[in-house]
């Protein structure tokens, strides 16, 4: 199975140069550390930072620098700073190339459920009703399963909703699959992990592309 960070390797290939990207808390910041060497990216974090690097060393650790995570994070050169209603005009304004979040949930529709669990104080939903609302391209970085071993790629979701239909991508720690005419389509498999296995942790309905082959991490 991937870890954590292999999943944020798999996807920081998805990345393209040029783009401009929204990071969101858990996994997802991970992939900051693996942009191809031969490709320009501009990360955004909704808290009001265009330009950010990997995560710092212990050295490089400024604790004025944060993501909207309250992370500590690096900037590379050229990066800028700006109040809320600038970012989440870039957010709403559709100039982000590509969101990558994390979630609790995920169905087979591509709705996603990433913000509460019911009867679980939360401070608030954040950007993520924002992104999921105007990205075109979403990726879900996430475990397959939840701690108790129950699937969270589900037929519907049973949390409440940060988004409906918008996720294109979910890179787990057993395989990515897509959202395919309202089921998931497994295109990859994480190395000595099987086809049967990860339909037996997926409660949605799950379809094998014919081109399903082993993840290159």
């Not at 990997?54 to 590379?76: R, S, Y």
């Not at 019911?118 to 979403?138: H, Q, R, T, Y």
């Not at 294109?168 to 089921?183: C, D, H, M, P, R």
């Amino acid at each position: 199975m991937l870890t954590k960070e292999q999943i944020a390797q798999r996807i920081s290939k998805e990345l393209q140069d040029g783009f401009y990207v929204n990071l969101g808390i858990g996994i997802p910041t991970l992939v900051a550390n693996y942009v191809p060497k031969n490709i320009n990216v501009e990360f955004q974090s909704e808290n009001g930072v265009l330009g950010m690097g990997p995560f710092p060393t212990k050295e490089q650790v400024d604790a004025d620098l944060i993501n909207a995570g309250k992370q500590t994070i690096t900037t590379l050169p050229g990066a800028s700073f700006f109040d809320s209603e600038l970012s989440f005009g870039m957010i709403r304004g559709q100039h982000i190339d590509l969101t990558v979040l994390g979630a609790m949930e995920v169905s087979q529709n591509g709705d996603i459920a990433n913000w509460k669990i019911p009867g679980k104080m939360v401070k608030g939903m954040g950007g993520a009703m924002d992104l999921v609302a105007s990205a075109e391209n979403i990726i879900v970085a996430m475990m397959h399963t939840n701690r108790a071993g129950e699937s969270k790629l589900l037929k519907q979701c049973s949390l409440p909703l940060t988004g409906v239909g918008c996720v294109k991508t979910i890179v787990t720690n057993l395989g990515l699959l897509t959202i395919e005419n309202g089921k998931f389509l497994l295109k990859e498999t994480a190395p000595e992990v099987g086809v049967e296995y990860i339909k037996s942790v997926t409660e949605g309905e799950l379809l094998v592309s014919p081109n399903c082959k082993t993840m290159l991490i």
